[in-house]
Every structure is written in structure tokens, then in C-alpha cells.
């Protein structure tokens, strides 16, 4: 059949061309690519289109009419001496008007009732395809990462966009389109040869050109539909992700403090703040964006494995980055909106807090005065001066900002019960640094614009006045024997009862002449309030002899008298 001696390489010309010359062949490039990388030579697969013709114009022949190209080795007497000589040299996408003599086609035989005797022939040829079966696979890098931590090598899974060309440029295939990459394993078997090879080496964010041979890649059959037989491929690749099923996290870019008094153990609770990516630097979640540290147990299963790992063995203040392997992550299936299936996840965190569940508070004396005979107790009324911050340093709050002392009794929920232990046995003028755990200072919830929740504390305080509280259980204490009289003292107009100003009247007098005490930091009218209403039995705002009591007669009882 005729079409064993055709093929297709170049544009057919123009009615005025030149005549054939008798003894050899004529050739007219119609277009030349701009760029031509590979030119055929003897012994090349080509795959082309043409229409043949006579000098009439009449066809005899054309692969458009059978839509499928004429695929053939050059210069191996598979074509007419002309063609096989037309094809050498011509370029993908050129195209030549071939005008071939008799004795370079079909002679004076001709061909059946197709090509008459002596006949010269026309061909218009179009090249879309050159190979040869020497090739293997080329590699053309055109943009490198600055930096290349890692490249691909053999089982390692990655992720990638393409474009799949034709030789011709045809697009048959892309990733992109899809919106979606391309994940596999390199150099088992799951991809065409031609890309297992054409992987190998690339770096995160690389992208080349991957041209293979249909030998390396769908053969002499195609895909049996977008890619046709004996088809060289050229795939331009992107590489965004890689890992290996045997990777376990890695952490780098350590910023340490210098002081690091404590490291993070499983079971602690971690306060950082974080932003992560892809490993091809595509942005996906970050706690700074939400103005809040990410707050959680680790080693304890609250979050990814990976990241578990990761927050183990940190100081506070410290910054690291975390890479993640996806079975250490989330795993094939992703999350289904920001981060893809298979995908390495990369963490940048500053760990800004941590504690044990088991901590109580920490007291660390930074100066005590000589001379220390009276130290703070329950009860006691004291005044002191303090700088609050967080573990990582940012100021909270300071008396000094204020110039004033911060007052309270101990003992008594005022403050937080770790500012409690750390008032504890203090003498006046001594200095303290206190570290407060969250379940001893603001807990889960903090203060609103001032404390984060589940914030540790630090207090650095000074204690600078104290007034020694009264017994357990008094608000009220006589400093010297109680009076026999001392209803009939009260009861300034004999009546027979006592009347709350008389009542309050007779309780301040002590106090201010030195024969009782009310229990210092309190209001002294809520306190005497109280003390007039337990002597008050039956509530009619006044009290008689009869419901006149002192403590000490009391079987239970909470004031004074």
C-alpha cells in the first residue's frame, strides 16, 4: 500500500515554486520552528502527517484522511529514496514541500492504479515526533531552589503538578487543570518508566523538563486515547512535596535561650504559637493570625503524632521548625480544604509557656533582710509591691506603675492561690520570685486583655509592711480582761438594750483606746455590722441582756464578743 512509503515533516508550498530539479529532490521549508532542538538523522523514528499530490494538485494520498500519522524509521529503505531523503534534518513542527522525480519515487513502474508511471510526486509534510531508539531519558532544570535540603530518590512518595506535551507541544494531560497533584511513589513500577527515571534528584520546588522516548514511556500502543502510539512525551514537572514512608519528623533551626531551666516532658500543657506550610512554602494555618497561642497537652495524643514528637524536649521562649511526615500528620486523606492528602507538613513555633498539671507554685528567695523575727502567716494583713509577667517575659501589670502597695489579708481568697503560697512566711523587706502555675493563678479562661488562659505567672514582689492578723476564726479580740459590765457598758441610755450605734460606738472606742482589735485589712463597720447581728439572736435590730453573749460562751460561734 502507498502509504509505507510516505511520511511527514514540512508545509506544503507555494503554485510558483521552482521546478524539480531532474535528478534529485526539491525541497522548500514553509515554516521553521523558532527553536529547534533535535534535527532527524538516518536511523531516527519519525512520526509525521502529509498530503500527497501530483503537479495538478490532484491528491493520491494524505494521514489526515485516516487521522493517524505515518510513523517509520528514516533512512532504512522503509520509504521512497526521496522521502527518506527529504526527512533528514527537518525539525518538530517544520514544515517542507517535498517535490520528489520519478526515479527518486515509484519510477517507471508507479504504483498500481494509484501512481501512474514516471510520475513526480508532492508532498506536503508536517514533523510532529522524532526519536531514536539510543535515547533515554532528558532532563532540562530550569529553575532550582536556593536551597536543597533533599532530593527525590528511589521509594520516596511525592507530590507534583505537570503539563503533559506531544513533542509537538499537543497537550494531552495536566495536573493542574485537575486542581489537584500528582501523588505517587519513585522507582517501583507505579509510574512509566520514562518518569521514575526523570524524578530522581529533583529538589522541592524544582521544576524541569522530562523528555522520554515511547520506549520509556506508552510504547508502540499509546494510552489508547489522548496519547497515540510511538509518541515521545515531554512532561513539564514541578515538585512540591516528598517524603519517605520511613521518615520520622525533623527539627530544625533551633533558637535555644540561653537560660533554659526546664524542658518539656510528656504530659505537659504547652502554649505556642505557630505558622505552618506546605513543604513547597504554601501558607496554610497560623496562630498569630488568630492573636491566640495554640493551648494543649503533649505526648498525650491531642495532636498530630508528629507535632507531639516535636514539642517534646523545648524550653520556653525557644523557636524551632518541625517537619512533618503526612503518617505522622493527617495522613492520605488530608483535611479536606487546606491541606492536601500525603502532604509534609513544616511548623515554625515559639513555645511561649508551658506547665505540669503537678506544679505548684515556685518560690525562689532574691533577698531577705538580716533581721527576720515576724514572718507572714494566715490572718495577717500585709502590703507589698510586685512586677507580673508571663513565662516568656511580657509584662502583665506593676504596683510601681501605680505607687502604691497592693493590700490584702492572707488567707482569706483575696488573690490567687499561688500569690498566697508565695506571701507565706516572708518577712518585711524580704524579696521573692514566684512562679505561679495556671491552676493556682487564672486557670483555663485568664483575664479578659490581660492574662491568657492557662497563662503561667511570674511575680517578682517585695514585701513592705505587714500587720499581724488576729486567730482563726476572730474579727474581733479584747486585748485586756473583759469587763464584767460590759452590756451595761454598752447600753449608754439604760434602756436595757443596745442599739447598733451603740453597739459600733462601744467596739470603735476600744479599738482607738487600745483595748481591742479588729482584724486589719477589712472594713471595721462590716466587720462591728456583723458582730451586732450574730449577738442580734431573733432579728428585731436591737440586743437585750438575754441574747447577749460572748464567744467564749458560745458552743459555735464566729465573732468576737
Request: proline share 5%; with cysteine; net charge negative.
Amino acid at each position: 500500500m502507498l502509504v509505507l512509503y510516505l511520511s511527514v515533516l514540512v508545509a506544503f508550498a507555494a503554485c510558483n515554486a521552482p521546478p524539480v530539479p531532474s535528478d534529485d529532490i526539491f525541497i522548500e521549508k514553509t515554516f521553521v520552528p523558532e527553536q529547534c532542538v533535535r534535527a532527524v538523522k538516518v536511523g531516527d523514528y519519525v512520526r509525521y502527517h502529509y498530503n500527497g499530490m501530483f503537479p495538478d494538485g490532484k491528491k493520491f494520498d494524505s494521514s489526515y484522511d485516516r487521522g493517524s500519522t505515518y510513523n517509520v524509521f528514516v533512512g532504512k529503505k522503509q520509504l521512497i529514496e526521496g522521502m527518506d531523503k527529504a526527512l533528514v534534518g527537518m525539525c518538530v513542527n517544520e514544515r517542507r514541500l517535498v517535490k520528489i522525480p520519478p526515479q527518486l519515487a515509484y519510477g517507471k513502474q508507479g504504483y498500481g492504479d494509484i501512481i501512474p508511471p514516471d510520475s513526480i510526486l508532492h508532498f506536503d509534510v508536517l514533523l510532529l515526533d522524532v526519536w531514536n531508539p539510543e535515547d533515554s531519558v532528558q532532563i532540562n532544570t530550569y529553575h532550582t531552589p536556593a536551597t536543597c535540603s533533599r532530593k527525590v530518590e528511589v521509594s520516596d512518595f511525592v507530590r507534583y503538578h505537570y503539563n503533559g506535551t506531544l513533542l509537538d507541544g499537543t497537550l494531552f494531560d495536566s495536573s493542574h487543570t485537575r486542581m489537584r497533584t500528582y501523588d505517587t511513589y519513585v522507582g517501583i513500577g507505579w509510574l512509566i518508566a520514562g518518569m521514575d527515571q526523570g524524578l530522581l534528584g529533583m529538589c522541592v520546588e524544582e521544576r524541569r523538563i522530562i523528555t522520554m522516548p515511547p520506549s520509556l514511556g506508552y510504547g508502540e500502543n499509546g494510552d489508547g486515547s489522548d496519547i497515540p502510539g510511538q509518541a515521545s512525551l515531554v512532561f513539564d514537572v514541578v515538585l512540591l512535596d516528598l517524603h519517605n514512608p520511613r521518615d520520622g519528623i525533623t527539627v530544625t533551626n533551633q533558637i535555644v535561650p540561653e537560660s533554659c531551666t526546664r524542658k518539656t516532658v510528656a504530659g505537659d500543657f504547652v502554649r505556642y504559637h505557630y505558622n505552618g506550610s506546605l513543604l513547597d512554602g504554601t501558607f496554610f494555618d497560623s496562630s498569630y493570625s488568630r492573636n491566640h497561642t495554640y493551648d494543649t497537652y503533649v505526648g498525650r495524643g491531642y495532636v498530630i503524632a508528629g507535632m507531639d514528637e516535636g514539642l517534646i524536649g523545648v524550653c520556653v521562649g525557644e523557636r524551632r521548625t518541625i517537619t512533618i511526615p503526612p503518617h505522622l500528620a493527617y495522613g492520605e486523606e488530608g483535611t479536606g480544604t487546606k491541606i492536601p492528602g500525603s502532604a509534609v507538613l513544616v511548623f515554625d513555633i515559639h513555645i511561649i509557656d508551658f506547665h505540669n498539671p503537678s506544679d505548684t507554685t515556685e518560690v525562689t528567695v532574691t533577698y531577705k533582710p538580716e533581721e527576720c523575727d515576724k514572718k507572714t502567716k494566715k490572718g495577717d494583713f500585709v502590703k507589698y509591691h510586685y512586677n507580673a509577667s508571663l513565662l516568656d517575659d511580657t509584662s502583665i501589670d506593676s504596683t510601681y506603675n501605680y505607687g502604691k502597695t497592693y493590700n490584702i489579708v492572707l488567707g482569706v481568697n483575696q488573690v490567687v492561690p499561688g500569690m498566697e503560697d508565695g506571701l507565706m512566711d516572708m518577712c518585711v523587706g524580704e524579696r521573692r520570685h514566684v512562679v505561679i502555675p495556671p491552676h493556682l493563678g487564672y486557670g483555663e479562661r485568664g483575664v479578659t486583655d490581660e492574662v491568657p488562659g492557662s497563662a503561667v505567672l511570674v511575680f517578682d514582689i517585695e514585701l513592705v509592711e505587714m500587720e499581724e492578723g488576729l486567730p482563726e476564726g476572730y474579727m474581733f479580740i479584747w486585748n485586756e480582761d473583759v469587763s464584767p459590765d460590759l452590756f451595761s457598758e454598752m447600753d449608754k441610755d439604760n434602756n436595757e438594750q443596745v442599739e447598733p450605734s451603740e453597739f459600733t460606738d462601744y467596739i470603735l472606742r476600744q479599738v482607738n483606746e487600745g483595748k481591742g482589735r479588729l482584724a486589719p485589712g477589712f472594713d471595721p463597720y462590716r466587720i462591728i455590722d456583723n458582730m451586732f447581728s450574730n449577738q442580734d439572736r431573733n432579728g428585731d435590730g436591737k440586743i437585750t441582756e438575754e441574747e447577749f453573749k460572748l464567744k467564749a460562751d458560745e458552743a459555735s460561734a464566729h465573732d468576737e464578743l
